[in-house]
């Protein structure tokens, strides 16, 4: 496995995407530390994609927060608007009991001065957290630039006061070419997605050369021998040939169009990938090839994925960590293997109790765990909140959960 250390790349804070009346992602917390895979599992609808897909900023996320390298490039506003307007409501009401009020009168309009002191703080503290929001969406490039120019000048200009003669002159053509790569740098497109359909996320009017060099073109890239040469690269980094660079999508098999997606992704040189179902839609024969080349481009290119899949048997073998999701929610993340050796919420273990095992004798005993949420956890008294329950490994449950799986599991 390559290096990896305790940098964190991506950090998802109380993530929520709501459609309507859908909570298509819900309250989802985890981060990503630079040189891992992150998998994040669980069945069709719970929400996958709408992660991957608030991470690269196609929405306007509802609340939330996601930093990239230490930059907010999301924030939703929803969130500090709803606490404003439950604020508000409880503002009337006592206002009302206290005009209403015959006894104690005066002890109810005291609260309401209070009350009504502690609502106009409120509103200040979240107005400005909603244009804080508002700003970094919109400007988290530009913001990221200004510290990338910052880190440069500060580590250029003392090297350049001390230097004299031709190694000041080395030293300021560097400095040159790393404040204009600075100035450029668009953080957003160092997060690349390949998506969950290789048929339908390619143009099939595009050919794979112009496909593979928009991103390029994109980010103002000219130079048309360059472009080639990149695309080139691309293909035989990806397993394919440059002959291939003048044909189009459908010409090619399910596997090859997943790794002309791969090459678009990578042309970008981004820091992290999301790998959305990435060998779903392929041959069980396929998908062995195409998880094996992004191990290989994790290593060769010191990528982070998040790789999103709807089983743990594609995951295990390929992740440092997982996130198990069910309707919106976390229900369990762990580390890979602490969380096949000790799956604790009932929705992993069911997801567990399905995959198929090797040996026969194993795969005949083995009983398909059902999930049923309702009969599973009873929230009438205590919401739950995903819990570290041992250094970790968190698991969503509430107090009575959390007493019980410690029982358990000996934790
Ligand atoms: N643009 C949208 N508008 C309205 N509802 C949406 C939208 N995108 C997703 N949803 C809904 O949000 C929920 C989560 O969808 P999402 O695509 O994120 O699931 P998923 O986990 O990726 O599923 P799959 O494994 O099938 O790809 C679903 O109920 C879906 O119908
Ligand atoms: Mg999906």
Redesign the pocket.
Known sequence: MPEQNDEVLLRVEHLCQY??P?K??DDVSFDIKKGEVFGLV????????????SIIKIYNITSGSIYFKGQRICAGTTGYKIEIKKARKELAELAKEASKATENKAELEAKLAEKKKAYSDLVIENRKKISAAKFDHKHSDREYAKTLIARTKAEYEPKLAAATGEELKTLQKKYKDELRVAKKTKLITKIQMIF?DPIASLDPRMTVREIIAEGLVINGIKDQNYIDEKVYEMLELVGLVREHAGRYPHEFSGGQRQRIGIARAVVMQPDLLIA??PV?ALDVSIQAQVINLLNELRERLGLTILF?A?DLSVVKYFSNRIGV?YY?RMVELAETDELFAHPVHPYTRSLLSAIPLPDPHAEKQRKRIIYNALAAHDYSKQQPTLREIIPGHFVLCNDEEEAKYKEEFGF
């Open positions: 459609f309507g859908t298509a992602v669980g069945e069709s609808g719970c929400g996958k994609t709408t992660t991957g897909r969950q959305d179902e779903s999103i709807h999701m919106g």
